[in-house]
């Protein structure tokens, strides 16, 4: 592997930024962090369902004069479907030209699920559906950004996967979550594996103050404590920045 990838950096370089599932929670909280470490003609591209979101992320990072030097999309697409994944590589691939010298996806995007019993899963479509958004198009995301930008000498190139420890620990009537994880974690492992031009992090969060947890407490009356988004982006932003992680390695936040 190069010098380029292993070396410490207090920035991100001129880069091609995209981040999924970036209009809240922990995705809008790495935007706000990520914006300060790109150099001057850098791309972000912000993903997620919500086009009112997104807009009001981009204006709430102009208000605090974060990534002024930047170009800024919203991208609102539905991931779980072909066009959602063909119109944010499209978006990526309009800046080809651009001089970038580091490509880095954050692939946050996801679903907590149906929590039920295994035995409930009896819907072949349901299953299906609750895959395209968690595997599917991750995996298709994710080879459309690389053939877009093939990984070549110079050009830095990073894929975090957001994880969670549940990708390793099995939890009862949580067989579509976990079982989503794990499939990424693999599917990211065998890409370091196979490329090792690409820098591979799955990274666990932590259970983080969003919508999501909201759900899980409502639907199990389980009471975690709760870490603001922030903290959490803050610790990866840190690993991102110092780059010395092996590739295809599994960070937690709680080992940070």
Request: charged share 20%; with cysteine.
């Amino acid at each position: 592997m190069s010098e380029v990838l292993h070396a410490s950096t207090s920035t991100l370089g001129r880069c091609m930024c995209i981040i999924t599932g970036a209009s809240k929670g922990f995705g809008r909280a790495l935007a706000h962090l990520v914006s300060q470490h790109l150099k001057l003609g850098s791309v972000l591209l912000l993903v997620a369902r919500s086009k009112s979101l997104l807009q009001e992320l981009k204006e709430e990072m102009h208000s605090l004069k974060e990534g002024q030097d930047l170009t800024v999309h919203c991208v609102s697409v539905d991931l779980s479907t072909k066009e959602g994944v063909k119109d944010t590589v499209d978006m990526a691939r309009q800046h080809k030209e651009n001089e970038i010298d580091h490509v880095l996806l954050v692939n946050n995007a996801a679903s907590l699920g149906d929590i039920s019993p295994f035995e409930s899963f009896t819907d072949l479509d349901q299953v299906n559906s609750y895959l395209a958004l968690n595997v599917s198009s991750t995996l298709v995301l994710t080879a459309g950004v690389l053939q877009a930008f093939p990984p070549i000498s110079g050009l830095r190139w990073s894929v975090v996967n957001c994880s969670s420890t549940f990708a390793l620990q099995a939890l009862p009537s949580w067989v579509l979550y976990c079982s989503a994880k794990a499939a990424r974690e693999m599917m990211f492992r065998v890409l370091a594996a196979e490329n090792p031009s690409v820098k591979v992090l799955s990274y666990s969060p932590g259970p983080m103050d969003t919508e999501m947890q909201e759900t899980i407490r409502r639907l199990t009356g389980v009471q975690y404590h709760l870490n603001p988004c922030r903290e959490s982006a803050t610790k990866l932003m840190k690993v991102l920045l110092d780059n010395d992680f092996a590739s295809g390695a599994h960070l937690d936040f709680f080992q940070l």
